[in-house]
């Protein structure tokens, strides 16, 4: 009896199913950050502070956390299935950055929306009660409602993730899971270089600074985002014809398939260590700019050299492509062109490193994040798969983490005056930053189906990602009212002292290593297999 042979045996199409998705979730990440390397151009031509600025990027996941959207998220993916649940989320996105868009273009000040959001929802009844509200008495009406659109992206974008998530799964369980995984949060992840790139250039595209622009170049990515999501709609739905498999629809969520996950003591650890690690990352990417303006010590580029010119930036893209690009491709080819790839891949690295120098932008010294993961995350994916070790990964990932906020907070600092000696530092423990988050998807991720059963995978995701998103809503906001409670009188929004937020988050680090440690112990006494490889090698 002969088996058919399906998409998901094909390696190109499985792969090609991944870029999709990958893509899709690329164009969402830029999104994400749109405003975090303008975050000062905000304060000036919008007036918001750091209070203001935290409130509304921690809106991104309220409806997530308070509202418990992404616990249905997880039940409309178990019951409608990736499909669906995928064009859902897209559209969803599309809706709230096209509203976040409008909340800062010039139409909307002095409008009947700028007069109402100025006079309303200054106190939400519960909510404010329990210090939770998403808005605030003197919140800037843009802010508000930028945080309304933010609020609609945050539920598709978060949607997205537990949806993609569980689309790698049906694609690749029992093939190179966590390379799979890993690499497409590496793809994804090379969106905040992108949004570090072009959003300042866009703000000050023609020598006039309006921040709707940069807005404006994330609604289109998110529009070309659903487009990734109808190609993959059809090649999912080839797939089941071929298998004769129905969707997960077939299979209705049920209240026990919760308490399932619930009384999974090692779900819970692995569901720590992701809002601790994540909380200590994504709103540390809205601040990082920032943070860098105020340490480094930049000298304006006049506006007529090469440097201060839109064709640099596209030049340093391509660049950072290349080096994004043939780092990852290292992981694959031959021994006869390894070397030489990462040979191309180290010097673009470093050409890239050089161009963020000479243009003198924090920006563009932040966006060198991604591009060592991208590098190392299909090493990392492959030794997962292959020999195991996840809960180790992820305690020298929250190592790294430590070390790189404490350097952020103590070293860099003490270069303040040293145009050199700072940008290497910055370069340098920014790109660890980057590799150790890279750790994360490699591990975390593909260790989940090993905790719960397979019908109840969505819905796991959706509790994982909605306990993350309380620390995703909650630090962004403290990391505003810390920064602004430890800069009494401080206007200047290049002139802020980082150190407190640095330890806030250098603190959730060393929780997550120990969290790490324990679920290790776990690990072993239980047998769950979080150290085992994920690909069995079938005994004939």
Known sequence: MSSQTTLRDSAALRWTALLLLALAMFCSYIFMDILSPIKDLMQSTRGWDSTAFGTMQGSETFLNVFVFFLIFAGIILDKMGVRFTALLSGAVMLLGAT????????????????????????????????????????????????????????????????????????????????????SEMALARLGVATCMIFSPMFANL???????????????????????????????????????????????????????????????????????????????????VNMLQCNLSFTEVPADSFWAGNAVTIVQYIIMLVAAGTAFASNFAR??????????????????????????????????????????????????DHKGKA?????????????????????????????????????????VLGASFSLVPASLWPSVPKLVDAKIIGSAYA????????????????????LDASNPGVTDPLKYDYTNPLLMLAGLGVAAFFIGLILKVVDRKKHIGLELPNIVEEKN
């Open 99 to 182: 509203i976040n868009w409008y909340a800062v273009t010039e139409g909307f000040i002095g409008s009947s929306l700028d007069v109402w959001f100025t006079n309303n929802l200054n106190y939400i009844p519960v909510f404010d009660e329990i210090g939770v509200s998403p808005f605030y008495q003197g919140m800037p009406s843009s802010a508000k409602l930028s945080a309304v659109g933010f609020m609609i992206f945050g539920c598709g974008v978060e949607m997205a993730g537990i949806t993609v998530s569980r689309g790698i799964v049906k694609w690749f369980k029992g093939r190179e899971m966590a390379l799979a995984m890993g």
């Open 206 to 288: 023609g020598g006039k600074v309006d921040v709707s622009r940069s807005v404006a170049f994330g609604v289109i990515l998110l529009f070309i985002a659903l487009i990734m999501f109808i190609v993959y709609f059809f090649m999912d739905r080839k797939l089941d014809e071929q298998t004769g498999e129905a969707e997960e629809k077939d299979d209705p969520f049920k209240l026990s398939d919760l308490k399932a996950i619930l009384t999974s003591g090692g779900f819970w650890l692995v569901a720590l260590l992701c809002v601790l690690y994540y909380s200590a990352i994504f709103p540390f990417q809205k601040y990082a």
């Open 335 to 384: 021994r006869s062109l390894k070397y030489p790839l990462l040979a191309l891949a180290i010097l673009c690295l470093v050409a890239f490193c050089y161009m963020g120098y000479m243009r003198q932008s924090a920006a563009t010294v932040f966006s060198v994040f991604p591009l060592l993961a991208v590098g190392i995350t299909p090493i990392l994916g492959s030794y997962v």
């Open 391 to 431: 809960a180790t990964m992820l305690i020298l990932g929250s190592i790294l983490l430590i070390v790189c906020h404490l350097t952020f907070a103590f070293v860099l600092p003490l270069f303040k005056g040293d145009a050199i000696g700072g940008v290497i530092v910055a370069y340098a423990t920014i790109l």
């Open 463 to 482: 509790v994982i990602f909605w306990i993350q998103n309380i620390g995703l809503w909650l630090f962004p906001l403290l990391i505003g009212k810390v």
